[in-house]
Every structure is written in C-alpha cells, then in structure tokens.
C-alpha cells in the first residue's frame, strides 16, 4: 500500500546508546517530517525538510540529526540517546507549501533506559 | 512563533451527544487550518483543512470545523457522536509565510460511551 514505512515499530536503548529511524515515502512527496509524540504535548516537530537537499530544525532539535538521503527516505539519529527521548516518533510527508494535509507513518516507539 | 491551544483536554460523552471541540491559534499572519484524528493504537489522520472561503468547512465521518477570524478559533463539531469516534482529536495550524510545517495542538482525547 501507499504510505509512508517507519522502521523500527518498537525499540529499547539503553543511555548512550546510537540509533536511526528509518523512513520512506512511496508518494513522490516533496516534503518529510519528523515529529515526536508525548503525553499531554501533542507532536512536537523535530526536524523537516522542504525538498530534497534541504532540512531545517523544528522546535526540539537537540539531540537529534536528519539525513534527507533522497526524495523517498528521511532518517532521524540519535547520537547519544536519553531518557528524556522516550517517546514515539513519526515521520509523515507532504506534497509541500502549506496547502497539503500530511501523511503520517506508524510511528516508533521509543525507550531509553 | 505560532502557537495552538485545546482547552479541553479530556471530554466524554454517550453516544448521540452533540460535540464541539475548541481550537485557538495564535499567530500574527495568514494560516491554514487543520482537524487530524488519531484513532487507539493508529497514526495520525486528517479530518478536514481550510485555506479560504466559506468558514465552515465540512470533513470525513460528519465532523466540521468552523473559523472565526475575529477569535483565532476552529472548533471541531459533529451533531451526534458514535462510540467509534472515540480517539484523539488535533488541531493545527501552518502559516503561509513562515516555516513550512504544521504545529499541532496539545490534543484532545475523547471517549465516547455506548
């Protein structure tokens, strides 16, 4: 099915610990996403990118990179993850502008121990 | 920065009961506006979305939002609720001018009781 596919589904890091969540888009989308999820805060952006070849930080960056790998794939790093990261994360896409609805993936969820 | 406030953050109701969700935005310019739905356990979906024109704007599964200009608002309302709406409703918003991404509301679970 079209979509957009997030990998992992579940993950458990211990404190320090590095990782990559995996996203793809089949939709041809010029726009990628990523947003965390917690409690009571709604979603949270982390880091977008507009179009291929450019990425710009949301609201809570820190502690986080993004790789636009091409049109299809947005990949979210943990360097050194934290408990304050536990969270579920996801990607979502959009044709861009501002006019578009966004298509969100699955999710990830996230625990760092 | 823009910013978007769900005042309720918890509502139930029973089954045929009429629903309105509040939504305020805060933002100096020219937005658009959208009601997403996260169902238990799902990812985010969309509702409905306004750009322009008339401000009632009509979504999937009967729900409709309405904007009032004057009081940055766009509550989501549907006349009777099934237990099947049960879910997490957001709201957002995304300026015209600004940065090119969505910033969604704190959320609202609603629980709907047969």
């Known amino acids: 099915n079209a979509g957009v596919t997030q990998t992992p589904k579940f993950q458990v890091l211990k404190t320090g610990q590095s990782m990559t969540l995996q996203c793809a888009q089949d939709m041809n989308h010029n726009s990628m996403y990523w947003y965390r999820q917690d409690p009571g805060m709604g979603l949270r952006l982390i880091y977008y990118s507009a179009s291929e070849g450019t990425t710009d930080k949301g609201e809570v960056p820190n502690g986080y990179n993004v790789s636009r790998l091409n049109k299809r794939e947005f990949s979210l790093r943990l360097e050194s993850a934290a408990p304050s990261q536990t969270s579920v994360y996801f990607c979502?896409?959009?044709?861009?502008?501002?006019?578009?609805?966004?298509?969100f993936g699955s999710g990830t969820r996230l625990t760092v121990v | 920065a823009q910013s978007v406030s769900q005042h309720n953050h918890h509502v139930i109701l029973s089954e045929a009961a009429s629903l309105e969700l509040g939504c305020n935005y805060s933002?100096?310019?020219?937005?658009?506006l959208f009601w997403y739905v996260q169902y238990p356990g799902q990812h985010l979906q969309l509702l409905l979305k306004?750009?322009?024109?008339?401000?009632l704007v009509k979504g999937i599964k009967g729900f409709e939002a309405e904007f009032i200009k004057s009081k940055f608002s766009f509550n989501l309302r549907k006349p009777s609720v099934q237990w099947s709406d049960t879910a997490e409703y957001f709201c957002a918003v995304i300026s015209r001018t600004g940065r090119r991404a969505l910033t969604f509301g704190s959320g609202t679970r609603l629980q709907v009781q047969p």
């Open positions: 979502a896409s959009s044709e861009g502008g501002t006019s578009y609805g966004y298509t």
């Open positions: 933002y100096g310019g020219t937005v658009n």
């Open positions: 306004y750009f322009s024109g008339d401000p």
